[in-house]
């Protein structure tokens, strides 16, 4: 998505590590029109496919997965890092290690929110490695549902996450894949 690339260039900036930083409109301040935008993309491209529910993973995973959702109309599930007093014994859980802040946690979905045979697609704003990834399609698998696709605003091509799940087979669409970043330029890969 050309508009997404043109975006991460004028705002985003390349942290030591391996981390862009688009807090200006996707995971701390969101450009909500931008954000439909991207939902509208993520429809579009799974259009084709006939979707029940969107699952994503707290907290940046949310904004993207309602933009698309709100264009495909159908509801967002979102995984919880932390089990709360309103989500009861009865969940689905993964262990999720996250390539940003370098912390393993056991995400978890209440039950009665995924269902057998529910067509899945999983949205995240951003795929490095795919741990997120992979932990989410193991609570889809877990609730007897089937993941049609997996969506993602940003993918970091170059850490191979999206290369191994494309590799097994796993339909992924990412609307910007960053090929290399240096401390002044990020590099895409064409699509």
């Given amino acids: 998505m050309k508009a997404l690339e043109d975006k991460i260039i004028a705002e985003g900036e390349v942290y030591p590590g391996n981390i862009l930083k688009v807090s200006s409109f996707l995971n701390h301040q969101l450009d909500v029109d931008f954000l439909m935008t991207m939902g509208a993309e993520i429809n579009r491209l799974f259009s084709d496919v006939k979707i029940d529910k969107i699952l994503t993973i707290e907290a940046s995973g949310i904004a993207i997965a309602v933009a ?109 894949i960053v090929d290399s970043m240096t401390d002044n330029s990020v590099k895409f890969r064409q699509q």
Avoid: C, W
Wanted: aromatic fraction near 6%.
């Fill in 68 to 176: 698309a959702a709100a264009h495909m109309h159908v509801p967002v599930v979102f995984a919880k890092k932390n089990k709360t007093t309103n989500i009861l014994a009865d969940v689905y859980a993964s262990q999720v290690e996250s390539y940003t802040h370098k912390e393993v946690y056991q995400v978890i979905v209440s039950k009665e929110h995924l269902n057998k045979g529910e067509n899945i697609l999983i949205v995240d704003d951003f795929l490095a490695i795919g741990n997120a990834i992979s932990g989410l399609m193991d609570i889809v698998e877990q609730a007897g549902g089937n993941t049609q696709g997996i969506a993602i605003a940003i993918e970091k091509g170059f850490q191979g996450g999206g290369d191994k799940l494309r590799e097994m087979g796993i339909r992924l669409e990412s609307l910007a």
